[in-house]
């Protein structure tokens, strides 16, 4: 048995530096964070703790100190479920597997009212330890990480075969950047909010050519909660809701950066998922009013934008001059910020896309709104998109 799945009431804590070194007095506490993000969540669902069936997690990241978190999340909010208790992992993935997990339990009738949630302190770990995490999780531990590589590594190789295949340039794609700053700047949860330029954008040092300081993520802490529900439940609160339409998946059965010659800047894997979504929501790209895409860099925003059908092949960075990328533009993306602005705590920033189309659709983009916007789109990456998901909402009232 199938079920139509609404996401009915979100809440997320500002992308910024809360966690504090073990030597401050103070700390803000990961489980006490998450716990008031789940009282105000429900309260925007209209729904009683009480209704939640299941709690699926995205895994805290390897510095949180409590082990088994979703169950100390169980015990802490009081919650007995008898649908599913779990934490999912899945690298840039991982709030996106969350959320599709949450999704299914209600497909399945295991509980009408399930939670994506979760929460990424990492800004207090030392880049040290940060980083070696990192470049075990990139490519072979015993090939690639002895000699340094990063994930913004391969999004560098990404860019310059860009430039040389398609006669882009360093400007086009600093281009996303100061739009997603801009957007950003409306939005009271991004972690970067000043006015920046084009010239800002260019005169910033090198992190791997041809990315530049403000073409990459910082790093950040966050903490999303996400209520979703069989959409009888969100009918009969009465409150306007998001309709999951379509979800695609697709793992193109490679570890980052594949060793089988192939087409590198094509993002295979999300045009895949993306035809999965679009045939199960049955439109197309031109139907999209605005989305919400995993982009770390911004030559990632510009490869998934085209895998996905929302800009040409080869007019992404263009597209993002000309303002055909911007609020008020033919296809708004990344309205909150994106990745290098709203910021990237990395295992919930999946989440903090289904929160802005949340706002967008009751209202409460200000500053950013996308009038009119009815479907909305996100994605999630698995690594340079080696696997992608994909998933279309339909605003509803």
């Excluded at 070194?21 to 008031?36: G, I, M, T, Y």
């Excluded at 590594?153 to 794609?173: F, K, N, P, Q, T």
């Excluded at 009888?232 to 594949?258: C, D, M, N």
Aim: aromatic share 8%; proline share 5%.
């Amino acid at each position: 048995m199938t079920r139509n799945v609404a996401m009915l009431g979100c809440s997320a804590l500002p992308v910024g530096k809360w966690q504090n070194p073990d030597s401050k007095d103070a700390q803000n506490l990961e489980h006490e964070v998450l716990a008031r993000l789940v009282v105000d969540a429900m309260a925007d669902a209209g729904l009683e703790k009480s209704d939640i069936g299941s709690l699926i997690f995205s895994l805290p990241r390897p510095y949180t100190p409590q082990k088994y978190f979703a169950t100390f999340m169980a015990n802490y909010l009081r919650l007995p479920c008898d649908g599913l208790v779990a934490e999912m992992m899945g690298n840039g993935m991982t709030g996106a597997l969350a959320f599709q997990t949450a999704v299914d339990q209600i497909r399945l009738g295991r509980t009408r009212v399930s939670l994506a949630l979760g929460v990424n302190f990492e800004t207090a770990t030392s880049a040290i330890d940060h980083m070696m995490s990192s470049m075990r999780a990139t490519g072979d531990v015993d090939f690639h990480v002895p000699f340094g590589f990063t994930p913004i590594s391969w999004y560098a190789m990404d860019a310059v075969r860009y430039i040389h295949e398609y006669g882009s340039s360093r400007e086009e794609l600093a281009a996303v950047a100061v739009k997603n700053r801009a957007h950003a700047m409306q939005n009271p949860i991004a972690q970067f909010r000043k006015p920046m330029t084009m010239d800002d954008v260019m005169a910033q040092k090198p992190i791997v050519e041809p990315l530049g300081l403000f073409e990459v993520p910082g790093r950040g802490d966050g903490a999303v909660c996400i209520v979703l529900a069989d959409e009888e439940v969100a009918k009969s609160t009465g409150l306007p809701y998001a309709l999951i339409r379509g979800e695609g998946f697709f793992h193109e059965g490679a570890h980052q950066i594949s060793e089988v010659p192939n087409d590198m800047i094509a993002l295979q894997a999300a045009q895949r998922a993306g035809e999965k979504a679009y045939a199960m929501a049955g439109v197309t790209a031109a139907d999209i009013d605005f989305a919400e895409l995993y982009a770390p860099c911004t030559i990632v925003e510009v490869l998934v934008s085209e895998a996905l059908g929302l800009c040409k092949r080869g007019q992404g960075g263009k597209d993002a001059t000309a303002g055909e990328t911007s609020v008020g533009g033919r296809i708004p993306i990344c309205t909150s910020g994106g990745l290098q602005s709203r910021g990237h705590p990395a295992y919930v920033t999946p989440l903090y896309s289904y929160v802005e189309v949340m706002d967008q659709f009751r209202g409460r983009a200000n500053g950013r709104t996308v009038k009119g916007a009815n479907l909305a789109m996100t994605s999630a990456e698995l690594g340079n998109y080696n696997a992608a998901m994909v998933h279309i909402l339909e605003a509803m009232q």
